[in-house]
């Protein structure tokens, strides 16, 4: 029997809820690679399903993935809670030490100059810089093996352009382009890769036909992004074939023209 490239490998996915989000994308083609996945999630954030869809759609994917051989946990979980972290690896330990760490959860709304306020700016900092950052640190304190290690964050390209309608989104989401940068020497010292994604627009429920309509002229290629194209970027960060790769920031935007 051929052995998949992430059999018994544990990966955390956070953000992995709605089943055409990227998180579950993600969790999906991890699991086709065979990985075991625990989902973390936080029904009460996403608004982009109804109340008792937001409620079974995480049960729902977690069948769909132990359906395919896998072992699949979901953990419902306030990332912004200060040590909520905590909690994401005392659930790991139950599986087995994680060796992939998929940090795709995120706060994001509209705000702009002058609606911008205290209030908002930290309700971003917290999922977008204090979890993802705790995350990924205590994902590395965990990690014993000699290498192996994966951790792959989701940005959206602020570095490539300004943000102005959602400068709370930018100003924290491109902090997660400093992590990786910052913490990639660090971390391949323990044997961990660590990159950032940036799928560009990615049609995960928030596109009505008028706004996919007037981007489809930017994307060259005759589409918008789909959750799978992340996905299929981060499953193979995941594997020993991306072991050379750290420190990046990808722009997987199926040339995305600004």
Not at 227 to 246: C, G, H, N
Request: with cysteine.
């Amino acid at each position: 029997m051929t052995r998949l490239p992430l059999q018994n490998r544990l990966a955390i996915i956070t953000g992995a809820s709605r089943r055409v989000g990227i998180g579950a994308a993600a969790a999906r083609a991890l699991a086709a690679r065979g990985a075991d996945i625990l989902m973390v999630y936080w029904s009460s954030y996403d608004q982009l399903s109804a109340e008792e869809v937001r409620r079974v759609e995480p049960l729902q994917l977690q069948e769909e993935l132990q359906a395919t051989g896998v072992r699949c946990e979901r953990l419902e979980l306030d990332l912004a809670q200060p040590h909520a972290y905590q909690e994401v690896f005392k659930a790991a330990e139950l599986m087995g030490t994680p060796q992939i760490l998929v940090n795709n959860a995120c706060y994001s709304t509209n705000d702009g100059l002058d609606a911008l306020d205290v209030e908002t700016l930290d309700r971003h900092y917290e999922i977008n810089v204090r979890a993802t950052t705790m995350l990924t640190v205590e994902f590395a304190k965990r990690f014993s093996l000699p290498s192996g290690g994966r951790v792959i964050s989701l940005t959206s390209g602020q570095s490539l352009g300004p943000m102005y309608t959602e400068i709370a989104y930018a100003i924290t989401k491109g902090t997660v382009e400093t992590l990786t940068t910052t913490l990639a020497p660090v971390l391949a010292k323990r044997g961990i890769t660590i990159n950032a994604v940036n799928p560009g627009p990615t049609d995960t429920g928030w596109m009505d036909a008028e706004l996919e309509q007037a981007l489809l002229a930017q994307f060259p290629l005759g589409r918008v992004g789909k959750p799978e194209d992340a996905a299929r970027l981060i499953a193979f960060l995941a594997t020993d074939e991306a072991e050379w790769i750290t420190g990046q920031i990808i722009h997987s935007e199926g040339g995305f023209q600004r």
